[in-house]
């Protein structure tokens, strides 16, 4: 059993040069079983000659040096932490609030505390604990770290139940707004395509030719700023990790400030007057916004519909890009 924390080093020698990298470290560390080590592996606690290592498949290659960084154990039950957040409906029932960009919404590998799970554990006391499962209690659908807007909490187990349901059923009335480079063609359209983990970076979601999860985004473009930028309102058919992000970068229009998915400047960016481009360049966020979330309330049957505008960063880029 694994009882302690910190590094463990092993330098792969010829008779295990070309087997599996997480068998080869299981045979090495007997206490780490395989999963345990894919665990591992894919949250980026292995490197291999001094680079994170992400693929458990990998062949081992005789001379490579691997350190796994156990990290120290962790609380199976999130703490419940003082963090402000913006409610904007609540009910025995369940939440709703306007994540700010920046929160982490469950605990995960290299964000254990400081998420809005803490913070609800906080709000809502011990009843949330444990509705929906351990290590995110009460989520019923997340938004990426740096997305903000409208989310939904269940506060109990027949509302998580019935809203986990309703979006998966797509009954859900969501809609989110994003600033994007280039204009898309025509104002009114649709991206598809099976998206799946990037083969080539983990921490990456692609379009992919084989495997993956259907999805489908319907945008409109709400504004164009001449032909090099736009204000757009997507419409999720599917919900994919990433998917308005994955589905506008593959199409050629990555959303401004996408740390994962906008890589180099954008050729239309040439096009941009340079105040503007400048500005846009250095978003730090993706600039996205889940902006509209209606829904069944699962008790009383009642539509809800909820609304908020993007916060003031996203407002502020937005009349940059307007302005003349």
């Keep these: 059993m694994e009882t302690t924390h910190g590094p463990r080093i092993l330098t792969v020698t010829e008779e ?27 949250a980026g606690h292995v490197t291999r000659n001094g680079t994170v290592f992400y693929e458990p498949a ?6 490579a040096t691997f350190v796994i960084d156990i990290p120290a154990p962790v609380p199976a039950t999130p703490a419940g932490e003082n963090i402000p957040f913006s409610i904007l409906y609540e009910d025995g029932d369940l939440i709703v609030l306007d994540k700010p960009a920046g929160l982490v919404v469950h605990p995960a590998p290299g964000n254990e505390t400081g998420t809005l799970v803490n913070a609800l554990i906080a709000h809502c006391g011990d009843s949330l604990v444990g509705i929906g499962g351990e290590k995110r209690p009460g989520i019923v659908h997340r938004l990426d770290k740096d997305t903000s807007g409208v989310m939904i909490v ?3 187990e027949k509302a998580h139940h019935a809203l986990s349901a309703d979006f998966a059923a797509r009954r859900i009335d969501r809609s989110y707004l994003a600033l ?5 063609a025509p104002v009114r359209g649709e991206y598809e395509g099976n998206i799946g983990r990037d083969r080539r970076d983990r921490k990456r979601m692609a379009l992919v030719s084989q495997g993956g999860k259907e999805a489908l985004t319907r945008y409109t473009v709400q504004k164009a ?10 419409r999720l058919a599917t919900g994919r990790t990433h998917q308005i992000r ?3 970068s593959a199409n050629g229009h990555p959303l401004m400030g996408d740390p994962v998915y906008l890589r180099r400047i954008p050729a239309v960016a040439r096009r941009c007057p340079t105040g503007k481009r400048d500005v846009a360049l250095d978003f730090p966020r993706q600039a996205l916004h889940a902006a509209r979330l209606g829904f069944t309330h699962p008790r009383t049957g009642e539509t809800l519909l909820f609304e908020t505008p993007p916060p003031e960063d996203f407002r502020a880029l937005e009349m940059q890009l307007a302005g003349a």
């Design 180 to 184: 994007c480079w280039g204009v898309p």
């Design 246 to 248: 994955v589905h506008f």
């Design 154 to 156: 269940a506060k109990t």
């Design 58 to 63: 990998d062949l081992a290659r005789m001379g």
């Design 225 to 234: 700023f001449g032909d090099y930028a736009a204000l757009v309102e997507c």
């Design 16 to 42: 295990f040069a070309g087997q599996r990298v997480d068998r080869v470290l299981a045979l090495g560390f007997p206490d780490l079983s395989r999963s345990r080590l894919k665990v591992l592996i894919e």
